[in-house]
């Protein structure tokens, strides 16, 4: 929406991507301004081109989600992880917080910023830290946090790449996809690197599908672990460093 605002009428215009990206839905997703249709296909791929028939003033705010949780505001933009609703792991892992945390929190992979908003309802001297790598969840993350009238430092970081300081506690929910395809090299990356920024005291705390199994990750970083909260679908687990 935002480039067909830049593109003059009858602009070509040719989107291509993977078959299981989605890729197909954008003929019905665009049929008011673009008249598309499929001109090729690979094994694996689709190439869709039409001809923009009219144009659209792109207003970022228009496509902004507001969701409410314990009277608090989340603020969402497509393609945010939890923009259609709150993720239910996410809910699991901030009814952990629901006593007092102090000290310094790094929440890695913010998304929307539920996850510090939580944390800061249930213990406003906290300080919190939010990084993403994606510039749209950064930018909700502000927004949820101004909305509620809390104060976050924001950090644009691969995971741990932009972070300098240690912490007293890291939190995080984080993705086990790669688009279709199940990967656990994220969570490994936050278990395997958490302890470079953590205090001597500090723990890492993350909720997952309850499918899968972190022992072996967490024993061969951490000097104890435990499972906090479970459901039928999610658990979250903490590890400490002593």
Not at 31 to 42: C, H
Not at 50 to 64: A, D, I, Q, S
Request: hydrophobic share 40%; charged share 25%; net charge positive.
């Amino acid at each position: 929406m935002n480039l067909i605002s830049y593109l003059k009428i009858d602009s070509e215009i040719f989107i291509v991507g993977n078959k299981t990206s989605g890729i197909k839905s954008s003929i019905s997703i665009f049929k008011k301004w673009i008249q598309l249709k499929k001109i090729d296909n690979a094994r694996h791929s689709i190439l869709i081109s039409g001809f923009l028939k009219r144009r659209k003033k792109f207003v970022l705010e228009e496509f902004y989600k507001t969701h409410i949780w314990k009277n608090l505001f989340i603020k969402s933009l497509p393609g945010v992880f939890g923009h259609k609703k709150i993720d239910e792991g996410s809910k699991l892992l901030a009814s952990t917080f629901s006593y007092s945390i102090k000290g310094s929190v790094l929440d890695v992979g913010c998304g929307t910023g539920f996850l510090s908003i939580s944390i800061l309802y249930f213990s406003p001297d906290a300080k919190v830290s939010l990084v993403d790598n994606d510039l749209a969840a950064l930018q909700c993350s502000k927004l949820t946090l101004d909305a509620n009238n809390l104060k976050g430092e924001i950090i644009y970081s691969n995971l741990y790449s932009n972070i300098f300081e240690k912490f007293d506690l890291i939190i995080s929910n984080p993705p086990f996809h790669d688009d279709l395809k199940i990967t656990f090299e994220i969570i490994k990356k936050i278990i395997f690197n958490a302890k470079k920024y953590l205090k001597s005291t500090g723990k890492l705390r993350f909720v997952t599908n309850r499918c899968f199994n972190y022992h072996f990750f967490l024993k061969e970083n951490f000097k104890k672990y435990s499972i906090l909260a479970t459901t039928k679908t999610h658990k979250v687990y903490e590890a400490s460093l002593k």
